[in-house]
């Protein structure tokens, strides 16, 4: 069983609503997904034998959420080297920004110049399209799941 681990940031909540909605889809097909608390991850570097999703939605000027940050930053700054994870990221934004999905933007970049690797890429859901995100979400997720199986299968 291949585990998944879940990180969110989130302003009002639509982030961590659809990363909890993943986690339980997620271990319905298997997996065993453990969604990561904000204050819990400030340390924590994602195992490269392990696949990581990131949910995040875009605050201020394309900025990431607060609770996100100690993480993101931390990575940032001991910067360590995965090339061996596989990782995706669920941006949540509003188009009428120009700063749409900024943070997941930023988290997709810093995890690429770390080595990690994308699954698929990056889902930005518009705010201006859908009132919830959560089904794109799953819906992404099918396409998600058939590429990692077919990629444990190999």
């Keep these: ?4 681990n879940l990180v969110f940031g989130t302003v009002y909540g639509s982030a961590q609503f659809t990363a909890e909605t993943l986690e339980k889809a997620l271990t319905e097909l298997g997996y065993d997904a453990k969604l990561w608390q904000p204050n ?11 696949l990581l999703v990131v949910v ?3 605050t201020g000027q394309g900025d990431l959420p607060d609770d996100l940050q100690p993480w993101y930053y931390h990575l940032k700054e001991t910067a360590p080297y995965l090339p061996e994870l596989k990782y995706s990221v669920i941006a949540l934004g509003d ?6 999905c ?6 997709d970049e810093l995890l690429s110049e770390l080595g990690a690797k994308p699954v698929v890429a990056r889902l930005e859901i518009d705010a201006c399209e859908t009132m919830e995100p959560e089904v794109e979400a799953i819906k ?15």
Excluded: C, H
Excluded at 102 to 107: D, E, P, T
């Design 1 to 4: 069983m291949k585990k998944v």
């Design 40 to 50: 819990d991850i400030s340390q924590f570097t994602p195992p490269q034998d392990e």
């Design 56 to 58: 995040t939605s875009t």
């Design 95 to 100: 188009s009428s920004y120009d700063t749409f």
């Design 102 to 107: 900024g943070a997941g933007k930023s988290v």
């Design 140 to 154: 992404w997720l099918e396409s998600w799941n058939q590429i990692v199986k077919s990629e444990r299968a190999a």
